[in-house]
């Protein structure tokens, strides 16, 4: 089996900016979710083999604040815009109002292994809070299309690789981690990943998101008006053949059934109500390329805010002695242009990773084809006048 390590953006391989795609905001210095300092990305990917047993698949892991900052918690909330899909870890979120511990996402099936994982990482790096409890955030997709998903593939170690792996500056999208095997408008899906620049009187801040994209059917998605699903050349196999037919001797699989994990992440000072506004917004900017959302797509977004260090704690008492933390936020007043940047930063994180894929032919020769890039060129070159 080949692992590839994290990785930057492979050379000569264009970003959705570079098809000439307009976008709201100011992006930041690498248009990516390593914009937020300190925060971490990593992938392993899992590609191997022919066949029934084809693997096409990965885990993506994200460290909020870096190694150095596993364990101090960050203000965070969910969002479930369609809940047909899992993140662990949720009612901690949604108790304590924060995650504390690394964030990863893989495929449907492989979510105990790599929760699996992430508890050995950190009983090996961290054993100080492995001696307390862990409940590690692990989102899935579904890759079973070009993928033996039921192949036992992803394994604990591979969560841990891709621990590992993680580090600042360029984000590899496309075919990667737990992307590998994703699919997305009916075209090659993926990882992709996108930031903006948000200014707050004489401060600066990034609001910025990293999807793993696998949601949306091909008759959905728009290229600021235009239908670029329904006028494509390109085959559309997940949706013409009866491959699902011959897997379960029923019918064709539904158009739009797959799912979105998104992460947005700021270093702008938040509380976590603040968060759960940001990540309501992530179905917004989803939803700028066509998506309506279907109810076979489980899409869940998770929004923190790496700001306040050390003031949303949860441990156990040492003494009786009165303890108080202190958060400072954004006023809720101020908050639109934060608003405005998450839905900004996910609708081009879905372009990101529609544009990186590459065709790949996965589990029993299933093809997925990406989105050519000429005809983005010449969608854009028609909204011109050119």
């Known amino acids: 089996m080949t692992s590839h390590p994290t990785s930057p953006q492979p050379e000569g391989r264009p970003r959705a900016r570079d098809l000439g795609i307009v976008f709201d905001g100011e992006p930041g210095a690498r248009d990516a979710i390593t914009d937020v ?10 590609i191997a083999g022919e066949g029934a047993h084809a693997v096409r698949s990965g885990v993506t892991a ?15 909330a969910v969002h479930s815009f369609n809940g047909n899909g ?3 870890g949720r009612s901690w979120i ?8 690394p964030i990863a996402i893989t495929n449907s099936h492989a979510v105990g292994p790599v929760h699996a994982g992430v508890d050995a990482w950190l009983a090996a790096n961290r054993p100080d809070l492995a001696a307390q409890w862990l409940l590690p955030v692990v989102g899935e997709t579904w890759d079973g299309y070009l993928n033996d998903i039921n192949g036992g593939h992803v394994r604990p170690e591979h ?22 095997g994703m699919n997305c408008y009916g075209f090659k899906g993926g990882t992709g990943t996108a930031s903006r ?8 801040y990034v609001v910025a998101a990293l999807i793993q994209a696998n949601f949306g059917s091909r008759a959905e998605l728009r290229l600021d008006g235009v239908p670029l699903g329904q006028q494509t050349a390109a085959p559309n196999p997940m949706d013409d053949t009866d491959w699902f037919a011959q897997d379960r001797a029923a019918g064709r699989a539904v158009s739009g059934a797959g799912s979105a994990i998104v992460v947005i992440a700021t270093n702008a000072p938040l509380l976590p109500g603040q968060c759960a506004a940001l990540a309501r917004r992530g179905a917004l900017g989803l939803g700028r390329s066509g998506t309506a959302g279907s109810h076979f797509s489980g899409d869940i977004v998770l929004a923190l805010s790496t700001a306040n260090p050390g003031a949303l704690s949860s441990v156990f008492p040492s003494d009786e002695r009165a303890e108080y933390e202190q958060l400072r936020f ?19 994180a879905v372009w990101n990773a529609l544009v990186a894929a590459e065709d790949m032919v996965g589990r029993d020769g299933h093809e997925s084809v990406a989105l050519p890039h000429d005809e983005i060129r010449a969608a854009v070159a028609r909204r011109a006048g050119r």
């Open 37 to 46: 300092p300190g925060l971490e990305v990593g992938f392993t990917t899992l």
């Open 62 to 76: 994200i460290l909020p604040r870096g190694r150095a900052g596993v364990g101090d918690a960050c203000s965070a």
């Open 86 to 88: 899992e993140l662990t």
């Open 94 to 101: 949604d108790e304590s109002g924060s995650v504390a511990l």
């Open 159 to 180: 969560a841990v690789q891709a621990l590992d792996a993680a580090v600042a500056g360029p984000v590899a999208e496309g075919n990667v981690g737990g992307g590998t």
């Open 197 to 204: 620049i948000v200014r707050h009187g004489e401060d600066e």
């Open 330 to 348: 954004v006023p809720w007043g101020r908050m639109d242009p934060f608003l405005a940047a998450a839905v900004q930063a996910v609708d081009e």
